[in-house]
């Protein structure tokens, strides 16, 4: 089978915006005029193509992002001329920070990016961060500011807060005629031409040709020509030779032109602005032209890295089809007709459906079952997927998010993509006893469906936990539980895991003895005990064999001349274990604990397994008791990302939340702050730092260590646990 559409043809590009900026309409105008859908749909109609989630449409907001695949002729072509049509894959991404995990992703297997922003509020927070995940993938990007017809509605206005919060690199390639109620169409500055959108639908792009001086009004002239100046300045500033002529005063023609920003736009040298009205059908026809102008196709990018698993070596693949086969699985999304359904973009090679792939992660092979090319949730259904295509696979049981699938006989593994830790947990569980089968189901499928969200078993009290990147995502998740899955469940309040250990050292001795006619019970040790050491690699291998170490525990056995029989010293290590696992202070489970059985006795007949298992319990908690006891909480490696003004205000609010500051940095316009903080303080942080920076700053945070709690903190939390 031969694929239908070359690979300079073909265009993969996601469309990425804060929330409410307008991605979603975009989205929509673009379906209708490549011909995908023949109505539009609207978001606050709840009518929408990509949006086909319950949530999604009540809440009016994105929170899956969706593939769609479409074909589009720049207006500038003939329609006629086939060989003019190119193939768009466009995946539509939420805008709300809890669903960063979706952009990131996303971004990870697309080429290109159309970044949309409010033509009223500029750039906001959201738009920073993608901006920033669009940046570390390196991915080429067109800006689009739309709602030019809103009240309020300033072009110049959000193409400044372009250049002062993400990027000097922006260049005009448009500018409006008219704004609000008046916005009736686009100048192209490289061309020199004035576009109008007429009819209904502004489905009809008329050109006013500038020669006759129709095209651009009047007042617009010298503003038109004083920009065309600065893009074509801003083009030649990227190629030496061009640089040259133009100061000679050679003014390169309109080709030269288009080809030097396309080579610019894929070196994220230069970000191109255009201008419009999603909503009002206006521009968005030419922002499409601009996509097939100047983002690449597959050939365009350079060759993905990856390593060979059994051997390390490191590897590329090229976006060819006569590679060896190669793809990233980005996306699990679980649909009630089919089942599970993994979407992957294929780097090298072609995939038919019926084949096996290999997974690297697995070392297993899977059979593909069906290849679907999506259209948010319609589909079609295909015999072969090539090379920069991206696809969707029914009959992977084994393959998670940001798996590779290659060739067996030439196996590579892909960068994985890299997910923030959740921050935020909260306790579930199920509201009646139907419940709780499904409820363990329903978590699991989720889980795999976002790698963002975790789903763990609290070993102290058995509850259920579930940790997300914040509180809309947890919601989120146990609303869609109740509805895909009709689980009920009672949630909880944030909960933070404390532990406790030993700063000193001690001796203890251990009794068991019971008579109770008949046979009795004896158990006797003696042990030692002190913090144990953090050993490196080498060392854990060079431990001597009396010692072993478990998770937050190690047993050195220095019983000699048989004082206790050989058979009771495993009972006698289970017995710590056990002793480990209540806690002297509050409760919480004791770790970095060396334990030193170093003498004991036994009897004949009374002694067995059970009492040397109570006796070393006993033991180990009386002596961990007099070795000065302290609580530990998790410390977090805090980020945060805020303009330069609100640097004090944020500082200071760290600190006060017993954070210690470990630097700050500069990242394009704004200000990193490095800190190292409690868990326990940054409960509800968001919020503050929203509020704190009128809603600029940012914040990421992961697990970094745990810490001894001061006294006062103690104190509280041992009364709260009593």
């Given at each position: 089978m031969e694929r239908d559409y070359p690979l300079e043809k073909v265009r993969n590009i996601g469309i990425i915006a804060h929330i409410d900026a307008g991605k979603?309409?975009?989205?929509?105008?673009?379906?209708?005029?490549?011909?995908?859908?023949?109505?539009?749909?609207?978001?606050?109609?709840?009518?929408?193509?990509?949006?086909?989630?319950?949530?999604?449409?009540?809440?009016?907001?994105?929170?899956?992002?969706?593939?769609?695949?479409?074909?589009?002729?720049?207006?500038?072509?003939?329609p006629k001329d086939k060989s003019k049509k190119h193939r768009f894959n466009i995946i539509d991404t939420p805008g709300h920070i809890d669903f960063?995990?979706?952009?990131?992703?996303?971004?990870?297997?697309?080429?290109?990016?159309?970044?949309?922003?409010?033509?009223?509020?500029?750039?906001?927070?959201?738009?920073?961060?993608?901006?920033?995940?669009?940046?570390?993938?390196?991915?080429?990007?067109?800006?689009?500011?739309?709602?030019?017809?809103?009240?309020?509605?300033?072009?110049?206005?959000?193409?400044?807060?372009?250049?002062?919060?993400?990027?000097?690199?922006?260049?005009?390639?448009?500018?409006?005629?008219?704004?609000?109620?008046?916005?009736?169409?686009?100048?192209?500055?490289?061309?020199?031409?004035?576009?109008?959108?007429?009819?209904?639908?502004?489905?009809?792009?008329?050109?006013?040709?500038?020669?006759?001086?129709?095209?651009?009004?009047?007042?617009?002239?010298?503003?038109?020509?004083?920009?065309?100046?600065?893009?074509?300045?801003?083009?030649?500033?990227?190629?030496?030779?061009?640089?040259?002529?133009?100061?000679?005063?050679?003014?390169?023609?309109?080709?030269?032109?288009?080809?030097?920003?396309?080579?610019?736009?894929?070196?994220?040298?230069?970000?191109?602005?255009?201008?419009?009205?999603?909503?009002?059908?206006?521009?968005?026809?030419?922002?499409?032209?601009?996509?097939?102008?100047?983002?690449?196709?597959?050939?365009?990018?350079?060759?993905?890295?990856?390593?060979?698993?059994?051997?390390?070596?490191?590897?590329?693949?090229?976006?060819?089809?006569?590679?060896?086969?190669?793809?990233?699985?980005?996306?699990?999304?679980?649909?009630?007709?089919?089942?599970?359904?993994?979407?992957?973009?294929?780097?090298?090679?072609?995939?038919?459906?019926?084949?096996?792939?290999?997974?690297p992660r697995t070392r297993n092979k899977e059979r593909i079952g069906r290849i679907l090319r999506m259209h948010a949730n319609d589909r079609e259904e295909v015999k072969q997927v090539f090379a920069g295509e991206i696809a969707a696979a029914v009959g992977l049981k084994d393959t998670i998010t940001s798996d590779t699938i290659c060739d067996e006989n030439n196996p590579i593994e892909l960068n994985?993509?890299?997910?923030?830790?959740?921050?935020?947990?909260?306790?579930?569980?199920?509201?009646?006893?139907?419940?709780?089968?499904?409820?363990?189901?329903?978590?699991?499928?989720?889980?795999?469906?976002d790698p963002t969200f975790k789903v763990t078993t609290d070993q102290e009290t058995g509850e259920t936990i579930i940790a997300g990147m914040g509180e809309l995502h947890l919601e989120i998740i146990v609303d869609r539980m109740k509805r895909e899955f009709t689980v009920e469940a009672n949630v909880g309040k944030p909960q933070v895991a404390y532990r406790e250990t030993i700063t000193g050292t001690s001796e203890a001795e251990g009794k068991y003895i019971k008579q109770s006619g008949g046979r009795g019970n004896y158990g006797h040790v003696k042990i030692k005990v002190k913090p144990m050491e953090m050993l490196t690699k080498e060392e854990l291998e060079d431990l001597p064999k009396n010692t072993k170490r478990h998770e937050g525990f190690e047993f050195v056995n220095n019983i000699k001349g048989g004082v206790i029989p050989q058979e009771y010293i495993v009972p006698c290590e289970k017995g710590f274990k056990e002793g480990l696992d209540r806690g002297i202070l509050a409760g919480f489970k004791i770790v970095n604990v060396s334990v030193d059985l170093w003498d004991g006795s036994y009897h004949e007949v009374d002694s067995n397994e059970m009492a040397f298992k109570i006796a070393a319990s006993m033991a180990v908690q009386d002596a961990c008791r007099r070795a000065n006891p302290v609580i530990l909480e998790p410390m977090m490696k805090v980020e945060v990302i805020t303009p330069d003004k609100f640097m004090g205000d944020v500082t200071g609010n760290l600190s006060s939340k017993r954070g210690l500051i470990e630097g700050m940095e500069d990242r394009g316009m704004n200000k990193v702050i490095k800190a190292i903080v409690p868990l326990s303080e940054m409960f509800g942080y968001m919020t503050g730092l929203r509020s704190m920076t009128e809603g600029r700053a940012g914040f990421t945070m992961e697990f970094f260590r745990y810490d001894i709690v001061p006294n006062n903190v103690a104190e509280t939390i041992i009364a709260t646990r009593k």
């Open positions: 979603t309409t975009t989205t929509e105008r673009v379906l209708f005029y490549t011909g995908v859908s023949h109505k539009i749909g609207e978001v606050h109609e709840g009518e929408t193509v990509t949006d086909w989630m319950e949530q999604e449409r009540e809440r009016g907001i994105t929170i899956t992002s969706a593939a769609v695949t479409c074909f589009w002729t720049p207006t500038y072509a003939d960063t995990v979706e952009v990131k992703r996303s971004l990870r297997v697309l080429d290109g990016a159309v970044v949309v922003f409010d033509g009223v509020a500029g750039v906001e927070p959201q738009s920073e961060t993608n901006w920033r995940y669009a940046d570390e993938a390196k991915v080429p990007r067109v800006c689009f500011i739309n709602k030019l017809d809103r009240t309020g509605a300033s072009f110049e206005h959000s193409f400044a807060t372009i250049l002062d919060r993400l990027t000097k690199k922006a260049v005009r390639m448009q500018i409006p005629i008219g704004l609000e109620e008046k916005h009736e169409g686009v100048i192209d500055l490289l061309r020199m031409k004035a576009y109008y959108f007429e009819g209904e639908m502004g489905n009809k792009v008329v050109e006013k040709d500038l020669s006759a001086e129709a095209g651009i009004p009047e007042n617009l002239i010298k503003e038109a020509e004083k920009y065309r100046n600065e893009l074509i300045e801003k083009i030649v500033e990227t190629d030496d030779v061009m640089m040259e002529e133009y100061l000679e005063g050679v003014i390169p023609n309109i080709d030269v032109l288009k080809k030097t920003l396309r080579k610019a736009v894929i070196a994220n040298e230069i970000f191109p602005v255009y201008a419009g009205s999603a909503l009002k059908n206006k521009g968005v026809q030419l922002v499409l032209d601009a996509v097939v102008d100047y983002l690449p196709a597959p050939t365009d990018i350079p060759p993905i890295p990856g390593i060979n698993p059994d051997t390390d070596e490191h590897l590329v693949r090229h976006a060819d089809d006569k590679e060896p086969f190669a793809a990233l699985a980005f996306k699990v999304a679980t649909d009630p007709f089919v089942g599970q359904i993994i979407f992957f973009r294929v780097y090298s090679g072609s995939l038919a459906a019926g084949s096996y792939v290999y997974n994985r993509i890299v997910f923030p830790e959740p921050v935020i947990q909260l306790r579930i569980e199920p509201k009646t006893k139907a419940d709780q089968e499904k409820m363990g189901m329903a978590l699991n499928r989720l889980a795999q469906e």
